[in-house]
């Protein structure tokens, strides 16, 4: 079964073509990782899944229904979410209120306009729930951007897992993390794929060989190859997409430490 | 019901009055696309057009006053820009709005005080007096001369951004809020050209109107909300679009003065809500930086 | 179940500043008077503030900066006018009538508006807000066009004589704190604080599966019903509805009020700026006819040297003045007209 497909995915702004004609099958349950160097189109492709684009031609299907031209929200509705690379929280809020601006709203809250907030019994206890899941929990009256950028990255998380997502769309999570801070958000992001599809843009090679239950390459705006970990490592077309950038690690020459 | 010939005369006044107003449109326009800056005292500046040619004609005549009143009013952005808006680049968009609101305050209330409260004309030079027999109707040979002096300045000011190195920057500008990094050192002297050049635009558009508008401190209002309506209905940052969209406001509004005269400039409003609410940016608008 | 109680001091802080604010507008006629002004300068203050503080639902709590809320405001005024030339004559009809024409055109410019921001915004809300200033002046049979309508009626409610100064200042200062309370309940209430994460981040918001657009448009309907309700106070006031009640100058003014107060940071700061903005405007007219240049000139000060509010600056100047003299005086900022929003529950 699978979660999302597209169906001949473009976009184009001007003579920029940042997605150009992407066809596939995201399997649900899975972890699908989408890797590719810099201005391949991950982003713009995420931006194009979620509704923030529209395609120029092409279609997205979620579930099985077609949501190409279904605004922002409702696709979040749907259960479709994700993060940012460039993070994107609440900077102003504290932590307890990022959370609950996103937990309310499937109590029924967000159109109460003569009671505190932070009194509803439900609310209060799934919003605790999620800021232990994102391990946030000595942090809840901090502010947003008194956070150190790993915490940033957890609470952007957060974010997204308080709107309960069947499926979410993680864009480089592991960007600006030190290498042991890497490892761990890695294997988080196991953990969440035991029980929601997850789709994993991101750079840390070794990570993502080591997670991903399939991996897609995009160069160019074109899906260049797709496959488990070892059938991309072994592909020559990726290689040599690899080769002409250098300046990301080597699918092969990480899997030999790996 | 009117007859015909007051139909395609009333239809040619709308074309020119919607020339001139797009003249004005498209300086605001670039204004607020080159620097996201919505300059409430564009108005100011177009009224200023007319008041400095209101004085400079009684000494050196009419053509010279042409030229010399919007050079004048070019350096008086220039002024403004270097003075103020300056100060605010990058800060909420918010507060150059309001500082644009506090200097159209100022202004007005400095023409007051230098011109006084009340309303004065400009004579049509003599060269473009009295009206003219176009077989089919008779019509008035300023208008004729208004019409096809903003053609002509639109047409001028389009070569110029399509066509010199200081237009492909301009362009640049506008449409992409990363190329302005790229203008680097430039891009202080490019603001300040568009500036006054907008400037210079508005107070042509103010002096060739003035014959048929009476002079008076409140005028720039009269140019300036149809400026704000023309870039909703032509979409943010487009040239084209502009001119577009001031010829649809001004045959909008010479139709409407024969239909419903009394609301006539209200039916302005209601093109751009339709605009906005079947084309969000625009009928030539395109993705903006500004959303 | 609640988790806990609140802690004293969250739940106090408000209710003493709510408490200040009533003992300091209950003595300010005492204070006009001895010093020989008129106590319609203090209803003035307050019919304003309660405007600022409405404009503010919109500028400081969803961070929407819209430059046509005179259109709510002078909606306000005139449906009062024109409820009493058909002869509904009551205060609380009349209030009602204000509330409900502000909501009206907010509602209407809102839909136009709601799906866009930052200059956007402002551009569009500036523009058809001048719409209702020329159907005020074309609409003369209404209206009465450039004039207005003059010569309205202050309603008699519980029998009070409002045409007396200062039964009108404490009836509109009633008024006053009741809108005010509703206004603090609406900001901090999950509905609010669902404004405030609009204001820091609208496009997260919609990732959190919020239709923005709707909370937008709620947020102005709010907006401009509370300031329909105040333009319909200051048609009493002034007897009369003015086209200038509708005019952009106006919507500037309250944009700049709200600002100078330090609205954009601070709960209660829009009524500092009302107060300080119409005692500049009462004795700048009263000297000269040229005000506009000065308001002018007003607006080019607030936004080029205190654009973060009159607290900000006096604080920012009082640490200036304590480092020069080297003593350790008190801070002179005024935290109790304006305590920062977040440090409110």
């Known amino acids: ?258 | ?291 | 179940m609640t988790r806990q109680t609140a802690p004293i001091s969250a739940l106090s802080r408000p209710t003493i500043t709510f408490g200040l604010l009533l003992g300091m507008f209950v003595v300010l006629p005492a204070v006009l008077q001895a010093l020989g002004i008129s106590f319609s300068l203090g209803t003035e203050i307050l019919i304003i503030a309660l405007f600022a503080m409405s404009y503010n639902i919109l500028l400081g709590t969803t961070g929407l900066a819209s430059f046509g809320h005179a259109a709510f405001f002078g909606s306000g005024a005139y449906a009062v006018g024109i409820a009493q030339n058909y002869g509904i004559d009551g205060a609380a009809t009349g209030l009602a009538v204000a509330f409900a024409a502000g909501l009206c055109a907010a509602l209407l410019v809102g839909l136009l508006v709601m799906k866009k921001r930052g200059i956007y915004f402002g551009l569009l809300t500036l523009a058809f807000g001048q719409m209702f200033y020329i159907v005020a002046l074309r609409w003369d049979g209404l209206t009465g066009g450039e004039t207005g309508l003059t010569g309205l009626r202050r309603p008699a409610p519980f029998g009070l004589n409002l045409n007396d100064q200062l039964t009108f200042y404490y009836f509109i200062l009633a008024i006053f704190m009741v809108a005010l309370w509703v206004i603090w309940r609406i900001t901090h209430s999950p509905f609010g604080s669902l404004l405030a994460a609009i204001k820091s981040n609208e496009l997260r918001t919609q990732y959190l599966g919020y239709d923005t657009a709707r909370y937008k448009l709620a947020a102005m309907a709010i907006s401009g019903a509370l300031s329909g309700l105040a333009g319909g106070l200051y048609a009493w006031f002034q007897y009369a509805a003015y086209p200038q009640n509708l005019f952009w100058i106006e919507s500037g003014n309250i944009v700049i009020l709200t600002l100078l107060g330090g609205g954009l940071s601070s709960f209660f700061g829009p009524i500092l700026g009302a107060a300080v903005f119409v005692g500049a405007q009462d004795l700048i007219s009263s000297y000269t006819e040229h005000w506009m240049f000065f308001f002018g000139l007003i607006f080019i000060l607030v936004v080029t040297a205190f654009p973060n509010g009159l607290p900000e600056a006096l604080a920012r100047f009082a640490s200036v003045l304590r480092r020069s003299s080297g003593s350790a005086s008190e801070p002179a900022s005024s935290a109790h007209v304006a305590p920062a929003r977040g440090t409110a529950p």
Request: charged residues 15%; positive net charge.
């Open chain 1, 1 to 258: 079964m699978s979660s999302l497909k597209t169906e001949n995915l473009s976009v184009q702004f001007g003579a920029v073509k940042p997605v150009d004609d992407v066809s596939v099958e995201i399997a649900a349950g899975r972890l699908t990782s989408i890797i590719g160097p810099n201005g391949a189109g991950k982003t713009s492709f995420f931006n194009l899944l979620t509704g923030l684009y529209q395609p120029t031609r092409g279609k997205v299907f979620f579930d099985g229904q077609d949501v190409t031209r279904m605004p922002v929200h409702q696709k979040v509705r749907a259960g479709l979410t994700r993060t940012f690379q460039i993070l994107n929280v609440f900077d102003t809020l504290t932590v307890e209120e990022n959370i609950r601006a996103a937990v309310q709203r499937r109590h029924g809250r967000s159109a109460y306009l003569f009671c505190a907030p932070d009194r509803h019994g439900p609310v209060e206890d799934e919003l605790s729930a999620v800021i232990e899941r994102v391990r946030l929990q000595e942090k809840r009256k901090v502010r947003a951007c008194d956070l150190s950028h790993g915490h940033r990255r957890h609470l952007e998380i957060g974010l997204s897992l308080a709107t309960r997502p069947k499926t979410l769309l993680l864009d480089e999570p592991m960007s600006g993390l030190g290498m042991y801070e890497s490892s761990v958000m890695g294997e988080f992001v196991r953990e969440l794929a035991q029980e929601l599809t997850v789709v994993l843009v991101e750079h840390h090679m070794s990570v993502v060989l080591s997670i991903s239950d399939t991996i897609l390459v995009l160069s160019q705006g074109r899906l260049l190859a797709s496959g488990t970990p070892a059938e991309i490592q072994a592909s020559p077309l990726v290689q040599a997409a690899y080769l002409g950038t250098g300046r990301y690690d080597l699918p092969q020459e990480r899997a030999a430490h790996a």
């Open chain 2, 1 to 291: 019901m009117p007859t015909l010939a007051e139909v395609v005369s009333q239809l040619t006044n709308g074309v020119i009055l919607g020339l001139i107003l797009a003249l004005v449109a498209t300086g605001f326009t670039m204004v607020l696309s080159v620097m996201g800056v919505i300059n409430f005292a564009h108005g100011l500046l177009f009224a200023l057009g007319a008041y400095l040619a209101l004085s400079l004609l009684k000494v050196v005549g009419y053509w010279p006053a042409l030229i010399i009143a919007p050079l004048l009013v070019g350096l008086i952005g220039i002024l403004l820009e270097q003075a103020f808006i300056r100060r605010l680049y990058g800060k909420d968009p918010l507060f150059v709005l309001l500082l644009t609101f506090g200097i159209a305050m100022m202004g007005e209330d400095l023409i007051q005080m230098i011109w006084g409260k009340l309303a004065f004309s400009i004579a049509a030079p003599d060269l473009a007096k009295g009206s003219i027999d176009l077989g089919f109707m008779i019509y008035s040979k300023y208008r004729l001369f208004m019409g096809g002096f903003a053609l002509a300045a639109i047409f001028s000011v389009w070569l110029f951004l399509a066509k010199t190195p200081f237009g492909a920057m301009i362009r640049a500008g506008s449409h992409d809020s990363e190329m302005v990094g790229i203008l680097g050192k430039n891009l202080p002297f490019i603001r300040a050209l568009v500036f006054g050049l907008a400037a210079a635009m508005a107070a042509l558009a103010g002096i060739i109107a003035a014959p048929l508008w009476s002079v008076r401190p409140q005028m720039g209002l009269d140019a300036l909300l149809p400026a704000f309506l023309i870039v909703v209905i032509g979409g943010m940052g487009s040239f084209w679009g502009s001119v577009l969209g001031g010829l649809l406001v001004g045959i909008t509004n010479s139709l409407a003065v024969m239909f419903v005269p009394r609301f006539s400039d209200l039916m302005m409003y209601v093109l751009a809500a339709a605009v906005l609410l079947y084309r969000p940016r625009g009928l030539l608008g395109t993705r903006s930086v500004l959303e």
